[in-house]
């Protein structure tokens, strides 16, 4: 075998496709990953506007009240002090179920999909 | 499902600047459309890098999740398949990093000669070379399986290889160069006449 030959066997070599592949359906599968994946971010947003607006709608309840009828938004306030273990730890169950509805479970049933 | 065969055949004929405006659009048909396009040039890189076919299928995900989510960062400096192949040598590279060993990344070339095979066939036969050659191109070192993929299988220029792997156009020339006269330098004795340089007459020329 002469130089130029064994040239042009190993340029061909070269050129010749790995043997490395991917599933017939893969570009679905990456896109449904892609979707789900930007899926769980929208719901997480969406939970976040959702705390967002209710933290803003009891700021500005408040700063009504606080205008109207100081005597109450007191007694509130007393109330919340004096129960503040049992009032945060209903905050923090509200909190988690909304979370886990909005976010936590939508995910793990997309994963369990998946798999 | 008519709608969808024929949104299929609407992205199918898609350029692939609008190609990107619809996916930024949200049509995920367009974007799955992108993902068969340039798969297999994902899958010639990621594969050559790390070289393993279980995880192949994970990385390239990866890539094309790399892809989907900075699209819109895309500016039309280089060609799709440019950036989309820097994507994929840098997931790949990160991957090598975290899961391989680090002197993969950089042997020298008497390693490399050493983790070549030598050919034992008597009678070398063409198939066997090809087989051989292709067996060998696996246990080069990893910059020069990039190059020779980039450069030969998937045909970049010099300067879309220095975009994609960052390294200078000089040294992406002599990998490609010094990855040939490793395998020559394993050939040499199938060759009649005595023409080929060694390795070391060519790693003293560059």
Not at chain 1, 56 to 62: D, K, M, N, R, S
Not at chain 2, 44 to 66: A, S
Request: neutral net charge; aromatic residues 12%.
């Amino acid at each position: 075998m002469n130089h130029e030959k064994l040239e042009s066997i190993i340029e061909r070599s070269f050129k010749t496709e790995p043997d490395y592949h991917l599933p017939d359906n893969f570009a679905q599968m990456a896109t449904s990953r892609v979707v789900q994946r930007s899926q769980w971010l929208t719901d997480l947003f969406e939970y976040l506007y959702l705390i967002a607006i209710v933290v803003l709608l009891l700021g500005a309840a408040t700063g009504t009240y606080y205008l109207v009828n100081k005597e109450l938004l007191l007694q509130i306030f007393a109330f919340i002090s004096g129960n503040a273990v049992q009032v945060a730890m209903v905050v923090f169950i509200l909190n988690f179920i909304l979370f886990a509805d909005r976010v936590l479970l939508r995910l793990l049933f997309s994963r369990w999909n998946r798999t | 499902m008519q709608h969808f065969s024929a949104n299929c055949c609407q992205t199918s004929s898609m350029n692939d600047a609008e190609l990107i405006n619809q996916i930024l659009n949200g049509n995920m048909n367009a974007f799955t459309f992108l993902v068969t396009r340039y798969q297999k040039l994902v899958v010639h890189i990621t594969g050559r890098l790390i070289q393993r076919q279980d995880e192949l299928e994970d990385v390239c995900q990866d890539v094309f999740m790399k892809v989907y989510q900075n699209l819109g960062k895309y500016r039309n400096e280089c060609k799709l398949s440019t950036w989309i192949a820097t994507i994929a040598y840098n997931t790949s590279i990160n991957y090598l990093r975290k899961f391989k060993k680090g002197d993969e990344i950089n042997p020298d070339d008497s390693t490399a000669l050493r983790n070549l095979t030598d050919f034992n066939s008597v009678d070398y036969e063409k198939a066997d070379l090809y087989r051989y050659i292709r067996e060998q191109i696996e246990n080069l070192p990893v910059q020069y399986r990039t190059v020779l993929t980039l450069f030969h299988l998937e045909e970049f220029s010099y300067q879309e290889i220095e975009q994609i792997t960052g390294m200078p156009e000089g040294t992406v020339k002599s990998y490609l160069f010094r990855a040939k006269a490793l395998l020559k330098e394993k050939l040499k004795f199938v060759v009649d006449n005595n023409s080929l340089k060694t390795v070391k007459e060519i790693s003293n020329e560059s």
